[in-house]
């Protein structure tokens, strides 16, 4: 073969085209906990940025939790829960996203800054115990955790075995014996006895390692030992997150075309199976995107998850890498229920465990979320509780989900006589303390205190109540919150709440579904036997709990795209649908705004979104101003006092409205998808008109006006709003916000105004 001048040329700039790829790809995690971005390098060593792109990249965040175990994987959720990045300096770089105070100020935690760190004066909460293997002779303890902490050094490390015959006098205990908190148990199997902490011990003298990491790691093998994992294998993604996945990104393939690119980013990588947050961010950067569509599967919008977890560590990651996050528009996706799709899978979920139930007999549904502390922990000093869990958004949110299900249940479900009602409240019927709303990952201690009426409730006293107060005889414990049940809600949330596990084989076999039976005595006393095919004895109540979604998958994905469907139009980049926008209005976190059509086939449709009702709020609530009863030693029972959310009676009770500035339009889209035309409702007296962004979701209910047609009308008191569900392809009622408002219909100006927390494609039916 004879190399030519060109032939050469080719081959050195395919050398060069390789490397410079190699380089661009590269990137670490330094042994300071420092990031070291992900930088495109020239041959020379320069560093270099590729040309300012102006299509969007969507970037599907996460938690990515791989069944089964990796260490890796591991081992940095840990870090970044118990603080991740500490700050050294008063002035130190990409910091001001932190949380807590200066010098006790970190990237976030739930635990007291001096458990997770070393603090002069403190360090018996850093380290005052060591967990061991004891020998297979009896005669030494290893420690578990045996070298260096490597990436994690302030865990510390080095531990030595130590001699029995040295620890005379000195405290052992079996792990299994071990009390931590209410929400983790190390004890044998209930199943089957076995102990899968057997031979592991807590020596209670300093050891050199950090104790929350030591004992959260001699505590893994139950995890394994519970769920069935043998720990030798290595952690896979499950098929559910995988088809999700791939539905998500053909949707945006199939919607937008080639405008879109998307990429991922989880909490925390497997290596050879996923990609971290903090180097996508700063890789997609240096590409050249400058619109970035931020999002991740979860219901509930949450500051813990939404900007700890998401945002803060896109912005430090960026600064980090030498960008401004001015610099980048930020679309953020924050959760994706309250939407008709989400309400319908959760119904769906719901319904087949109320077809085991007889009509006539009523049911009390319990909806069960993961919760939040309420009002968290003192944010100042060395045993501050960093995230400031009193600026939490989640009550809000995550209550408002429920009174939307809630809603589309009382809406589309005529058969079953279906309770939400809680005893013992107080204010409206959609009063938090009169339904039966539930927190599933927190101890009463950390919901409020006992005397306040207003704390929230947990699952085993909203069963309480249901079967011990009410008497009822059919419950079905709700699970709303998580995309798919994981080890936390398969093993850890039953355990504390004393709900009945699922065999070992059940779960292997992805069967999470529960039904048994109890029965109440008093306050406290019940008892509790297994139900036989799904019966219960005379005199018990039948009690079920619901999976998530591993059975709703592809809905529940399609859901999730319609929402990020929404963040993409925010930048003005809309799906080929045929959608044509007649009009548009920006809307602002503070003011609200409307934005109306008055001319043309559609004119006289509206959409109205009111001021944020408590402007500030929850994020001026302060530690210090926390409600206290008079028990208390510091009581604080003002007018002023924060307290939990709980009254949704009128606009003013909201905390916020619309989470974004984002501008409004109006229009119509002619597809249901690129290749299939919008269906028409048969009795429809109005056009279908489009609300966008598509999907935009608002605490305090938005109004949407739209006109009707005279001709096409028979009795106008008849007309009711529709909105198109993507999942069931079919237009629905568009359920009431607030029970105690109703439609406006204006005979004069022959329109119908009605309340909404979403936008989509709506028309006015006129009914039977």
């Known amino acids: 073969m004879r190399w030519t001048n060109k032939r050469i040329l080719i081959t050195l700039v395919g050398v060069v085209l390789i490397f410079t790829a190699l380089m661009a790809s590269r990137y670490e995690f330094s042994r300071s906990n420092e990031y070291l971005p992900a930088v495109f390098l020239k041959p020379n060593g320069e560093p270099f940025s590729l040309p300012i792109k102006d299509k969007p990249v969507v970037v599907m965040s996460g938690w990515g939790t791989p069944i089964g175990f990796n260490k890796a994987y591991d081992d940095y959720i840990f870090w970044r829960t118990s603080g991740g990045v500490r700050v050294t300096s008063p002035n130190q770089a990409c910091s001001q996203w932190h949380a807590g ?75 299994k014996d071990y009390v931590s908190g209410i929400t983790r148990k190390y004890g044998p199997d209930p199943r089957s006895g076995i102990d899968y902490l057997a031979g592991t011990y807590l020596i209670n003298q300093a050891n050199g390692v950090n104790d929350f990491y ?68 700063p890789r997609i950067a240096r590409k050249g995107y400058r619109k970035v569509v931020l999002t991740k599967p979860i219901t509930d919008h949450n500051l813990y998850a939404n900007n700890y977890w998401d945002l803060h560590l896109s912005y430090q990651s960026l600064c980090r890498a030498g960008f401004d996050k001015n610099d980048i528009e930020l679309s953020h996706i924050r959760m994706y229920g309250r939407t008709p799709e989400y309400n319908h899978i959760l119904y769906k979920n719901l319904h087949r465990h109320l077809d085991l139930i007889d009509p006539k007999d009523e049911v009390a549904v319990i909806y069960a979320t993961f919760g939040a ?25 995550a209550y408002l989900n429920f009174l939307s299900i809630k809603r589309y249940i009382e809406e589309h479900e005529k058969n ?100 048994w039976c109890e029965k109440y005595q008093g306050p406290g006393d019940y008892e509790q036997v297994a139900a036989v095919n799904n019966q219960c004895p005379s005199g018990f109540t039948r009690l ?32 080929n649908l045929d959608i044509n926008i007649v009009a548009s209005g920006e809307i602002t976190i503070l003011e609200g705004g409307s934005v109306a059509v008055t001319e043309g086939p559609l004119a006289g449709a509206k959409l109205d979104v009111p001021k944020d009702p408590q402007p500030g709020k929850p994020g001026s609530y302060q530690w210090e101003n926390r409600w206290r009863p008079e028990s208390d030693p510091n009581p604080n029972t003002g007018p002023d006092a924060v307290r939990a959310i709980n009254e949704y009676a009128q606009t003013s009770d909201y905390l916020d409205g619309p989470k ?49 047609d005279n001709t096409r009308v028979t009795d106008p008191k008849r007309i009711r709003p529709y909105v198109f569900n993507e999942v069931t392809q079919k237009f629905e009622v568009v359920p009431k916000v607030m029970s105690n408002w109703e439609p406006l219909l204006s005979e004069d100006n022959s329109s119908l105004t009605f309340q909404v927390q979403i936008l989509g494609q709506f028309v006015l039916v006129e009914e039977s």
């Open 416 to 515: 079953y006589n279906i309770s939400f009602i809680r005893t013992g409240g107080n204010g409206s019927v959609d009063a938090r303390t009169n339904n039966l709303f539930a927190y599933t990952q927190y101890s009463p201690d950390k919901l409020g205190h006992p005397e306040d009426p207003l704390r929230y409730w947990q699952v085993r006293e909203s069963i309480e109540d249901a079967i011990l107060n009410q008497g009822k005889k059919e419950v079905v414990v709700m699970l709303s919150h998580w995309g798919y049940t994981f080890w936390i809600l398969i093993t850890n949330m039953r355990e504390t709440w004393d709900i009945p596990l699922n065999t070992i084989e059940e779960i292997q076999n992805g069967e999470y579904r529960m039904t």
């Open 101 to 175: 105070t200066f010098p006790y100020q970190i990237e976030m935690a739930r635990v007291p800054f001096a458990v997770g760190r070393k603090v002069d004066g403190f360090e018996k909460f850093w380290d005052s115990r060591g967990a061991y293997k004891i020998s297979e002779d009896g005669q030494r303890y290893d420690p578990i955790i045996t070298n260096k902490a490597g990436e994690f050094p302030f865990m510390g490390g080095d531990a030595q075995s130590l001699k029995a015959s040295d620890l005379e006098g000195v405290e052992i205990l079996p792990l």
């Open 660 to 708: 974004d500035d984002f501008t409004a339009v109006i229009g119509t889209q002619a597809k249901r998808t690129p290749e299939e035309s919008m269906p028409e409702h048969p009795k429809a007296v109005s056009p279908t008109i489009f609300f966008g962004p598509y999907r935009t979701l608002f605490n305090a209910p938005a109004t949407i006006t739209l006109p009707y």
């Open 544 to 575: 079920q709990l619901t999976e998530a979604f591993e059975d709703q998958m592809e809905d529940l994905a399609f859901n999730y795209a319609n929402r990020i469907r929404g963040g993409l139009e925010r930048f003005g980049v809309f799906p």
């Open 373 to 397: 502390p309420w009002p968290g922990g003192n944010p100042v000093g060395p045993l501050s509780n960093a995230t400031p869990f009193i600026n939490e958004f989640f009550h809000e949110n």
């Open 214 to 281: 030591e004992i959260d790691k001699a505590y893994r093998p139950r995890i394994y030992g519970m769920m069935g994992w043998d720990p030798d294998k290595p952690a896979y993604f499950p098929d559910y997150k995988k088809d999700r996945d791939k539905i998500l990104k053909d949707y945006i393939k199939g919607y937008f075309g080639n405008q879109i690119e998307v990429t991922e980013g989880f909490y925390s990588p497997v290596p050879g199976l996923s990609k971290h947050l903090k180097d996508t961010m």
